[in-house]
C-alpha cells in the first residue's frame, strides 16, 4: 500500500471547487487492491483518527475534503473485470477508483454502453455512486442507482457486506437486515421522511422496500467505503447525433422543452429505434453570449437546446427529417440550428460548450472569488414556475449568471459569477432564496452534485432536524464511531 505524508504531495487532496479551505490531514493512504481496504480502516480505529474517500478531486461540495485524520484514496483501485455479455446488454464489475472514460473504453470492443454521463470522464466510479452523480443522459436513462447490480463494501469495522440487489430490502418497520461476509448481523433503521420526486442526490434514502444497494449510492461515504461496484450496461447505439436548437428567447426555449420532454418520454419503444432524445440540455441566453464568436451574430436575448437521437445505420436519414419537423413545429430558428452528425460536426459541437466553463473559470481566475452554483430540480408541473421566478430574483440580485444544464430534468445550473467580495456575499443570498424556492415547489437542494460539507445547512432545512436525526441513526448502525467522512451531510451527534 502507498502511503504519503509529505506536503507537496498530499496538497492535491486538499482542495476542490468547493472553495472551503484549511483543509489537512495526517496521512494519504492507497490502497493497491480492495482487500487493503480493511487495513486502512483498522489503522484508523486503532488511533481514533477519521476516515475521508477521495477519488479524482472532481467534487465540487467539499465531500472528498479532509480536516483531519487520514484520506483513504481510491485511485489505485482501477481493476475492470470482464465484461460479460447479457440479453438486456451487459454486465461489469469494476473497482471504485476507474474512471469512467476507462470504463467506457472496456466496454466499447464489446458494443456496450454505461449509460450515466456526469460530464467528466475522469471521475471516478466510486466517486460517482458516493454523490450519485448523474448528469446529461439522466433524461432518458433515469438515475444511477438504476444501473446498479451490485456492490461491495467495507464498514468502518473493516467487516465487508457484499450487496445484491433484489436480495435485501427493508422491512415493513423501514430497517434492514444485512449480514456481513464475516457473520455478524445488522439491524439499520432507515429513515422514514417524505422523499421529492426528483432527481435527488441529497441525503439517504429510506422507507420500507428500499433495496439495500441504494441505500449506499448517494451516501457521500458517510456508511462505508464503496471497493467495487457491478454496473449494468445497454447494446451502444449504431450512431448518434446532436442538434443545438436556438430560439428566440427563454421562454420559448422553456416551452420547447416540456414539449420535447413529454414526447420523449411518451414513447417506450428503445430509444434507437424511434424518435427521442437521450439528453434535453439548456443554454440561457448568457451562455449563448459565451458561444456568439462561434455562432455569428444572433438576437439578444437568444437561447439554446441541446438534444442528442440514438439511432442505426438504417434509420438515420428517417431520424434527422423526424427531427428537423420537430424543431420547426417548436419554433427552433432553422437557420442557426446546428446538427452535428460526423465526427469533425461533432467535436466541433463539443468545443463549443467547452467555451462556456472555460469562460466561467477565467472569471474566477481573475476574481479570486468562486462561483456560487446552483444544484436543485424541481417537479415536471413546476418547471415553468421555478424558471420564471429564478431568473427573477437572479435578475434583481444583478451578478452575472451563466445558466445551462439538465433541464430535461428540471435541473438547472445557475452559475453566479461574483466580481467583489459584497457581490459574493449576495450571491449566497440570492442562492439561499432560490434554494426555498425551490423547496416551496417540491423540489431538491441537490439533484446530482450531493452535499457534501459546503450545504449541510441546506439539507437540514429540507428535511428538518427531525429528519437529520434520522439519518444519523442510519449511520449510527452502521458507523458508531463516526470514523467515515465526518461533516458529510451533517454533523455527528449522538443519535439519541
Known sequence: MKSF???????????????????HCAAVLCPQTIDEVPEVLARARSTGQPVTLSGAHTATTGAAL????????TQRLTRIDTVVAADDGGRVRVEAGVRRCDLQAACDPHGLLFPPD?????????????THAAGKRGFHFGPLRNWVDALTVYLASGERLDLRRGQCVADDTATLRLTTAEGRSLAVPLPTYRLPTVKHAAGYLGGTGLDA???FVGAEGTLAVIAAATLRLVPAPQETFYGLLLFADEEQ???????????SRGDPRPIDRRWGTAILEYFDAAAVDILRPALGPLPTGTAALLVEQFTSHAGSAERRTEWRAVAAEIGARPDVTLWAITAAEKQRLADLRYRIPTVMNATIQRTGLSKVSCDMAVPDGRLLDYLGQARALLRAGGIRTVGFGHIGDNHIHYNQLPETNAEHARAKAIYDELIDLALALGGTVSAEHGIGKLKRTYLARMFGEDGIAQMRRT???????GLLCPGNLFDVRDPT
Request: proline share 8%; no cysteine; hydrophobic share 40%.
Open 253 to 263: 426555449a422553456w416551452h420547447a422543452v416540456v414539449t420535447l420532454r413529454d414526447r
Open 475 to 481: 449511520k449510527h448502525a452502521l458507523d458508531p464511531d
Open 213 to 215: 444497494v441504494d441505500l
Open 118 to 130: 456526469p460530464g467528466e470522464d475522469k471521475a471516478t466510479i466510486g466517486g460517482n455512486l458516493s
Open 5 to 23: 505524508t509529505q506536503p507537496d504531495a498530499v496538497a492535491p487532496f486538499l482542495a476542490d471547487t468547493s472553495g472551503l479551505r484549511d483543509a
Open 66 to 73: 479532509p480536516y483531519g485524520g487520514i484520506v483513504l484514496s
